[in-house]
C-alpha cells in the first residue's frame, strides 16, 4: 500500500513560524521525520516543542513557512485534517475523559455508528481490544471501565493505543514518561519502539534524555523557537545534547549575547 | 476498515458480576431512594400508594420532569440553567396570548411559543459559547429577561382574561391535559409524552456520538476539542434542545392549568428541575450522569410535594424540604465522588 519511498520524510516542515502577539513562538523552524524513525524533539521550556505539535496537530494555524506530509505540501486547519492524513498527537495531558471508558475514549470524536445514528458498541469494542493487545497492554482489566479507575500507566497506554487504532502513519508523542514511574516508563519506551518497528514515523516530545537516548534515531534540538540541529543519536553524545539545548550550538559565545 | 478478526466472543457475566454492576450502575442510588421516600409516605397515608394519586403525581411530575431533561443537559455540559421556568413562563403566554388575541390557529401559536423558548436556548448557547460567559450569569439574565417580557407582553394579565370555570382556551392546547383510562386509573397524555421525551433524551444520550459528545464537553472540553469534537457546536444544540423542552413544558403547563398565566414558574420550577436532576445523581461538574436519574428525581420531587400535602404540612415547609434535599443531594455526590486534584 505505502509506495513512499524512505527517502521522502512522512512529515516536514519549512521555514515554519507561529507568533502569539509579540512572542515569536517558532521562528523558520525546520524539521522532518521519517516512516519507521523515532524523532526526538527536545529543547527547554518556551523552545516551543508544544507549540511545532500543536501546529501540526491543527490547533494553530501557522503564520508562515510550509507543512508538507508524503512529500505534498497540506494546510491543516483543525484536528481532523490531521486525523485524515494519519497524524496523530498523544498530548501531554494525554487529553483522555475521566468519565468515560476506555472504549469511548478511544473513539472520542470518531465513532462508528449506522444509519439511524446507533453506535456500534461490539465492533468499537472488539478493535480496542484488538490494538491494546497488538500492542502488548495487558493491564487493562475492562475496556468497559473508566478511565478515572485506571493508573498512570495504563492511562497513557489508552492515548498511545487511541493513536495507532487509525492505522496512523505519524505519531506524536508528547512527554509520554513525564508522570510515570521506572516499570511504566518501560513499558511506555518499548511500546514508542513498538510503533516504529511497525513502519510509523514517531516523534517524542522529552525532556528527559535517557529515554531519548534510548528510543530515539534522531534527536532535533529547538532553543527559543529556532533550530540549534539534527543529531544522528549514534554521532553524538547526552553532554553536546545538553549544550545545545541550554546555548544553541555549535557557537556558545553567541548564547552569551542572547541571555 | 479490516476485515474480520479473530477476537474471542464476550464472556456471559457471572451472577455475581451482574450483582456488582446493578450496585455501580448510575440511577440505581436514586431508585433505592425513590423506594424510600414511597415507603415513608405510604406508611404515613393510605391514599399514597392508591391509583388516583399516583397519576396524580405524575401529572404534576410532567412539566418539571420536561423542563429537567433539558436542565439535565445543560449540566451534563457542566454548565446550569436558571431561565427554565421564567422562558416556560413566557412560552405559555406567547401560545395562549396569539391563540386568543391575535387570532392564529391554535396550531400555529403553539408552534410560536415553543419558538420562543428555542429562540431563549439559542440564545443562552450563544452567549455562553460565542461570548463565553459563564452559564450562571447568562442564564440569570434570560431568567429576568424572559420574566419582564413575559409581564410585558401580557400586560399582566392571564389568558384567557378573567378565568373561572370552564376554560376558553382552543382544544389543541388543552391536549396533553386530556385523560384515557387505565383500570380505574386516569393517565393523561402529557404524562405519556414526558415518558416519551425521557426515551427520545435517553437515546440521544447513550446510544448515539452526539449524546457521547454531549458527555465529554462535559467531562474535558479540552481533550474533546483536541479531539476533534466541535465543542460549541455541542454546546450551543445542548441549549437549544434545552429551550425546545422548555416549550414543550409550557404547552404541559398550558393543559394542566387550562391558561396562561404570568405568574408562573418563577419559585418552584428552577429549583426543582435542578433538584429533580442532582437527585438523579448528575453531577454539577458535568460529564457525568442520566437522564432515567432525572425522571426518578423529578418523580422523588413530586412525591415529596404531594406525600407532605397528603399528611397535612403546610406548603411553605414543601420549600424547606425542596432547598435541604437538593443540597443533601449535592453532598452525597461530592462525598462519594471527590475530584482528583
Known amino acids: 500500500m505505502n509506495a513512499t519511498p524512505s527517502s521522502t520524510p512522512t512529515l516536514e516542515l519549512r521555514e515554519v513560524s507561529k507568533n502569539f502577539g509579540s512572542v515569536q513562538a517558532l521562528q523558520g523552524v525546520d524539521f522532518e521525520v521519517r516512516d519507521g524513525e523515532v524523532m526526538a524533539l527536545v529543547g527547554d521550556n518556551g523552545a516551543g516543542k508544544s507549540t511545532l505539535i500543536k501546529c501540526v496537530a491543527g490547533i494553530y494555524s501557522i503564520d508562515g513557512g510550509q507543512i508538507l506530509f508524503e512529500g505534498k505540501p497540506v494546510a491543516i486547519h483543525g484536528p481532523k485534517d490531521a486525523a485524515k492524513l494519519g497524524i496523530e498527537v498523544v498530548y501531554q495531558d494525554l487529553a483522555l475523559c475521566d468519565n468515560l471508558d476506555v472504549v469511548q475514549n478511544m473513539y472520542l470524536g470518531r465513532e462508528a455508528h449506522d444509519p439511524v445514528f446507533r453506535l456500534r458498541e461490539a465492533p468499537m469494542e472488539r478493535r480496542t481490544a484488538e490494538t491494546l493487545k497488538s500492542l502488548s497492554v495487558t493491564t487493562i482489566r475492562s475496556v468497559r471501565q473508566p478511565v478515572a479507575t485506571l493508573s498512570g500507566g495504563q492511562r497513557q497506554s489508552v492515548a498511545v493505543a487511541r493513536a495507532v487504532l487509525w492505522n496512523n502513519k505519524l505519531v506524536f508523542l508528547d512527554e509520554p514518561t513525564a508522570a510515570l514511574g521506572v516499570a511504566q516508563t518501560r513499558q511506555v519506551l518499548d511500546l514508542v519502539t513498538r510503533l516504529a518497528e511497525q513502519g510509523l514515523a514517531v516523534v517524542l516530545v522529552s525532556h528527559n534524555l535517557v529515554d531519548v537516548f534510548e528510543v530515539a534515531n534522531r534527536i532535533t534540538v529547538l532553543r527559543l523557537g529556532r533550530n540549534v540541529g539534527v543529531y544522528e543519536k549514534d554521532k553524538t553524545n547526552e553532554r553536546e545534547i545538553v549544550e545545545a539545548i541550554t546555548f544553541g550550538a555549535p557557537a556558545p559565545e553567541e548564547a552569551g549575547v542572547e541571555a | ?341
Not at chain 2, 431512594?33 to 392508591?50: G, I, P
Open chain 2, 1 to 341: 476498515m479490516t476485515s474480520e478478526t479473530s477476537a474471542q466472543p464476550a464472556r456471559a457475566p457471572s451472577p455475581l458480576e451482574w450483582i456488582r454492576r446493578f450496585l455501580a450502575a448510575p440511577a440505581v442510588g436514586p431508585f433505592l431512594a425513590l423506594l424510600l421516600t414511597m415507603a415513608f409516605f405510604s406508611l404515613k397515608s393510605d391514599r399514597f400508594l392508591q391509583g388516583p394519586n399516583l397519576s396524580l403525581v405524575l401529572q404534576q411530575v410532567m412539566v418539571v420532569g420536561v423542563l429537567a431533561i433539558g436542565q439535565t443537559l445543560v449540566i451534563l455540559t457542566a454548565g446550569i440553567d436558571l431561565s427554565v421556568g421564567t422562558v416556560m413562563a413566557f412560552g405559555q403566554i406567547v401560545m395562549t396570548k396569539f391563540a386568543i388575541d391575535q387570532g392564529f390557529s391554535p396550531l400555529t401559536a403553539i408552534a410560536l411559543g415553543i419558538l420562543a423558548c428555542v429562540a431563549f436556548g439559542v440564545l443562552n448557547g450563544a452567549l455562553v459559547t460565542g461570548v463565553r460567559l459563564p452559564a450562571f450569569i447568562v442564564t440569570l439574565g434570560t431568567l429576568n429577561i424572559a420574566f419582564a417580557l413575559t409581564h410585558i407582553v401580557s400586560k399582566d394579565l392571564t389568558y384567557p382574561p378573567g378565568t373561572s370555570g370552564a376554560s376558553t382556551l382552543p382544544s389543541q392546547l388543552l391536549f396533553f391535559g386530556r385523560t384515557f383510562t387505565v383500570g380505574h386509573t386516569e393517565i393523561t397524555y402529557g404524562v405519556v409524552l414526558m415518558f416519551v421525551l425521557f426515551g427520545l433524551a435517553w437515546f440521544s444520550l447513550t446510544q448515539t456520538a452526539w449524546g457521547r459528545h454531549v458527555y465529554a464537553t462535559g467531562d474535558n472540553p479540552e481533550a474533546a476539542r483536541l479531539t476533534g469534537i466541535k465543542t460549541w457546536r455541542v454546546l450551543l444544540s445542548v441549549y437549544t434542545v434545552a429551550g425546545l423542552m422548555y416549550g414543550i413544558a409550557a404547552w404541559l403547563l398550558v393543559s394542566r392549568t387550562e391558561l396562561g398565566d404570568p405568574n408562573a414558574g418563577q419559585t418552584t420550577e428552577n429549583l426543582d428541575s435542578i433538584t429533580a436532576v442532582v437527585l438523579g445523581g448528575t453531577s454539577l461538574f458535568g460529564g457525568r450522569g442520566t437522564v432515567i436519574g432525572t425522571l426518578i428525581g423529578a418523580i422523588i420531587v413530586g412525591i415529596f410535594r404531594n406525600g407532605l400535602t397528603l399528611i397535612g404540612v403546610e406548603v411553605i415547609y414543601q420549600y424547606l424540604v425542596t432547598g435541604v434535599l437538593v443540597i443533601l443531594a449535592v453532598a452525597v455526590d461530592q462525598l462519594t465522588h471527590r475530584r482528583r486534584l
